[in-house]
């Protein structure tokens, strides 16, 4: 190493440094850079929001709310009581804390007493003698006298510590209540309670439920208790489950985050700017589906959005400390690892369905375009888009090599898996985020565009280039498929642009057809501000634009007032990935995916929760 930094010094000093181009390259940049430093749209962009439940009449409406909530608070003590007294909280707080602790005397005497209640009653009602369940109830029986909390020992096993190693976080295992695993029988009255519920609905209903209703029981228990769990569980799931279990799972952990709100002395609700406008955007839409021409169907899609929206509003309310907000980004990266690998088993194995977003006239080439959960490519796509540039962020950020390794291999596996979803708009949009990642975390690294750009032709497959190269070609039925109906949703706007027509697809096809060119037919605008400017009107496109630029001023505030490199550079990723998002929102609309809708108001939630964190670290 000390040879080349000699040669590179060497090079540096006698042929770079005091060459005309440098001169003048470093003139152009300190002239530019002492503009944009002085102008009055960066100023703006320094300076801090006012404070909207006090200062701008919709804040006060708005904050309204949130007023209500904390006049709750200060009868603390009735809820409390009512937690404390009432019996049913008791016995899921025994279910909870001794499934947290993983208690083996507990679990064994719940389904030790249900596979007993399941062998008596299902031979009762003519079912016969089931030999496996009685031997598991004897089995159980047998665990029931080892009374060892297995969550003690998890923490010293090299899988706890393997994970720590890898993830670069600390595992915390002190998540459960010690006195509600201790010797008191009613922790057993609990778990026989369970047991016989749970046997009792497998004979006369089905055993599925019997089991779901116990353990559905202990996760709105353990969400109930800790709205952070379910925070990190659903932006986990969200790329898999359907939509309606995801709204659910966001409406659960708004409940949560709501009796903590009245219950805990300190808590302190966080509302801001970006949120007013969000609430505002929730109005707009709300009036847009009353009017609507297809209001039925556009009041459902409302509740959906609603519900996605206040993701926003439990994330910036529950995320507050720094090791909270890297441990969600962490989660984060891996639900979306998780995506990649059933797209790469796509890929692999492929299945029916794929060959729907071919063009075989001008990529007879491309034989398989992967989906993955999310039922199409570009829906795929630009979930990958809001994920790739965290998980850069956590390489970048790593502190262990081991760390570093395993989030690189994780950005590589996403990066070939958007390669494969062949969605040119989505490679766009992240070659656009990786310049906004590498301009503001490290710039430098632009002199290699000197050297890569080059061989990109000889490195990147032919199929790919093709498709590249084919933007804009009105031969590719894509190109000319999406001009079509932008067109199209032009000469809507030119009649509906002031109150639009209303959510959803069947609104849309209500009015679209007598617009159309040559035919096409479209369930959207393939395009996302189009989309809500057709869906709300002016009054929403103006209000969205608004929590656009506003959250960017965030952003940017945050960025600034933050010592944290850690946190600039997490921050920075996640406003990369947001605008290569909205990139991909030219070619396409965004939102018809829902659960690609909540990621992108988690995102947001995600980068006002850092901005906050900043904030509290500045104070």
């Known amino acids: 190493m000390g040879c080349f930094q000699y040669l590179w010094l060497y090079v540096w000093n006698n042929w770079i440094k005091n060459s005309v181009v440098y001169r003048i390259l470093c003139g152009i940049y300190n002239f530019f850079s002492t503009k944009w430093q002085e102008s009055k749209i960066t100023n703006w962009f320094r300076t801090v929001d006012?404070?909207?439940?006090?200062?701008?009449?919709?804040?006060?409406?708005?904050?309204?709310?949130?007023?209500?909530?904390?006049?709750?608070?200060?009868?603390?003590?009735?809820?409390?009581?009512?937690?404390?007294?009432?019996?049913?909280?008791?016995?899921?707080?025994?279910?909870?804390?001794?499934?947290?602790?993983?208690?083996?005397?507990?679990?064994?005497?719940?389904?030790?007493?249900?596979?007993?209640?399941?062998?008596?009653?299902?031979?009762?009602?003519?079912?016969?003698?089931?030999?496996?369940?009685?031997?598991?109830?004897?089995?159980?029986?047998?665990?029931?006298?080892?009374?060892?909390?297995?969550?003690?020992?998890?923490?010293d096993t090299w899988i706890s510590k393997l994970a720590e190693l890898f993830l670069g976080t600390e595992m915390n295992y002190k998540f459960y209540y010690m006195t509600k695993c201790s010797k008191s029988r009613m922790r057993y009255y609990c778990a026989v309670f369970f047991g016989i519920l749970m046997?009792?609905?497998?004979?006369?209903?089905?055993?599925?439920?019997?089991?779901?209703?116990?353990?559905g029981v202990l996760f709105v228990s353990?969400?109930?208790?800790?709205?952070?769990?379910?925070?990190?569980?659903?932006?986990?799931?969200?790329?898999?489950?359907?939509?309606?279990?995801?709204?659910?799972?966001v409406g659960l952990c708004a409940v949560s985050l709501i009796i903590k709100g009245v219950t805990a002395r300190k808590f302190k609700w966080n509302f801001g700017i970006v949120g007013m406008f969000i609430m505002l955007m929730i109005l707009m839409y709300l009036v847009a589906?009353?009017?609507?021409?297809?209001?039925?169907?556009?009041?459902?899609?409302?509740?959906?959005?609603?519900?996605?929206?206040?993701?926003?509003?439990?994330?910036?309310?529950?995320?507050?400390t720094k090791k909270q907000f890297m441990d969600l980004c962490r989660v984060f990266v891996l639900s979306g690892l998780c995506v990649c690998i059933y797209g790469i088993y796509q890929y692999i194995f492929k299945p029916g369905g794929a060959e729907a977003w071919l063009d075989d006239d001008m990529f007879?080439?491309?034989?398989?375009?992967?989906?993955?959960?999310?039922?199409?490519?570009?829906?795929?796509?630009?979930?990958?888009?809001?994920?790739?540039?965290?998980?850069?962020?956590?390489?970048?950020?790593?502190?262990?090599?081991?760390?570093?390794?395993?989030y690189l291999g994780i950005a590589g596996v996403m990066c070939a898996v958007l390669i494969l979803t062949y969605s040119r708009g989505?490679?766009?949009?992240?070659?656009?985020?990786?310049?906004?990642?590498?301009?503001?975390?490290?710039?430098?690294?632009?002199?290699?565009?000197?050297?890569?750009?080059?061989?990109?032709?000889?490195?990147?497959p032919e199929t790919v280039l093709n498709r590249v190269t084919s933007i804009g070609d009105m031969g590719d039925s894509s190109t000319s498929y999406r001009?079509?109906?932008?067109?199209?949703?032009?000469?809507?706007?030119?009649?509906?642009?002031?109150?639009?027509?209303?959510?959803?697809?069947?609104?849309?096809?209500?009015?679209?057809?007598?617009?159309?060119?040559?035919?096409?037919?479209?369930?959207?605008?393939?395009?996302?501000?189009?989309?809500?400017?057709?869906?709300?009107?002016?009054?929403?496109?103006?209000t969205f634009l608004g929590i656009l630029i506003l959250w960017y001023k965030q952003m940017c505030f945050g960025h600034n007032r933050t010592k944290d490199k850690t946190m600039k550079t997490i921050m920075v990723a996640?406003?990369?990935?947001?605008?290569?998002?909205?990139?991909?929102?030219?070619?396409?609309?965004?939102?018809?995916?829902?659960?690609?809708t909540m990621v992108f108001w988690f995102v947001l939630g995600l980068g006002i929760s850092a901005v906050n964190i900043a904030k509290e670290e500045q104070n």
């Open 483 to 542: 001009v079509f109906i932008w067109m199209g949703t032009l000469l809507m706007l030119k009649d509906f642009w002031l109150f639009g027509i209303g959510m959803g697809e069947e609104a849309f096809n209500s009015v679209y057809p007598f617009y159309a060119y040559s035919a096409v037919v479209s369930p959207h605008s393939h395009n996302l501000f189009l989309q809500v400017w057709v869906e709300t009107g002016i009054s929403g496109i103006v």
């Open 222 to 249: 353990a969400v109930i208790y800790k709205v952070e769990l379910g925070v990190f569980i659903t932006a986990f799931l969200a790329p898999f489950v359907p939509t309606m279990i995801l709204a659910g799972l």
């Open 50 to 155: 006012a404070d909207p439940k006090s200062e701008i009449g919709f804040g006060k409406i708005f904050g309204a709310i949130f007023g209500w909530l904390d006049r709750l608070r200060a009868k603390n003590e009735f809820f409390t009581r009512l937690n404390e007294k009432t019996g049913i909280v008791a016995v899921c707080k025994y279910l909870l804390h001794n499934f947290l602790a993983l208690n083996i005397r507990f679990i064994s005497i719940l389904f030790g007493t249900g596979l007993g209640i399941y062998t008596i009653l299902n031979a009762i009602s003519g079912g016969g003698f089931n030999t496996l369940t009685a031997v598991l109830t004897v089995v159980f029986s047998m665990l029931a006298f080892l009374n060892i909390n297995v969550t003690d020992y998890i923490k």
């Open 364 to 406: 007879s080439d491309i034989t398989m375009r992967i989906y993955s959960t999310l039922e199409n490519p570009n829906v795929l796509g630009e979930y990958l888009v809001l994920v790739i540039p965290v998980c850069i962020g956590l390489v970048w950020t790593a502190e262990k090599l081991w760390s570093k390794l395993f």
């Open 289 to 320: 589906a009353c009017f609507s021409f297809a209001r039925v169907k556009s009041l459902q899609i409302w509740v959906v959005y609603t519900a996605m929206m206040t993701f926003f509003f439990v994330i910036i309310n529950t995320v507050r």
């Open 574 to 596: 996640i406003a990369a990935g947001v605008f290569g998002f909205l990139i991909q929102g030219m070619f396409d609309n965004c939102f018809y995916n829902y659960r690609v």
């Open 426 to 460: 989505c490679w766009i949009a992240l070659g656009v985020a990786a310049m906004i990642y590498v301009t503001f975390v490290c710039g430098k690294l632009w002199g290699f565009a000197l050297l890569i750009l080059p061989l990109i032709p000889i490195v990147v």
């Open 199 to 215: 046997g009792v609905l497998s004979v006369y209903v089905h055993p599925i439920i019997g089991i779901g209703v116990v353990f």
